[in-house]
Nanobody
Framework: QVQLVESGGGLVQAGGSLRLSCAVS????????MGWYRQAPGKQRELVAV???????NYADSVKGRFTISRDNAKITVYLQMNSLKPEDTAVYYC???????????????WGQGTLVTVSS
């Protein structure tokens, strides 16, 4: 079973920075893509950033130039560096990992428990 443990959320003033971490653990899995999503109160969950197995990245327009997704393969951990934070970035941030097993083409996905980021004005 693959599990994710997130950390790094908190309260920060507008213009500040935070770094989120998501550590992946389990057995017999191959990571395909790693990403971050967020859900603000009363809104749907939305993609923030995704990092593919080929190291290509994709960002929501609202965070381009401010957020950076990265990965430590040795630690099987994905990070989200968030700079120049704005009050509208306030949300619960969820880590998402898509993975495969062995030679099967089937992909599975797992979600983190979520970490709250609050940006005060």
């Amino acid at each position: 079973q693959v599990q994710l443990v997130e950390s790094g959320g908190g309260l920060v003033q507008a213009g500040g920075s935070l770094r989120l971490s998501c550590a992946v653990s389990g057995t017999n899995f191959i990571v395909n893509a790693m990403g971050w999503y967020r859900q603000a109160p009363g809104k749907q969950r939305e993609l923030v950033a995704v990092l593919s197995s080929g190291s290509s990245t994709n960002y929501a327009d609202s965070v381009k130039g401010r957020f950076t997704i990265s990965r430590d393969n040795a630690k099987i951990t994905v990070y989200l560096q968030m700079n120049s934070l704005k009050p509208e970035d306030t949300a619960v941030y969820y880590c998402n990992v898509k993975y495969g097993r062995g030679f099967s083409p089937e992909l599975f996905e797992v979600w983190g428990q979520g970490t709250l980021v609050t940006v005060s004005s």
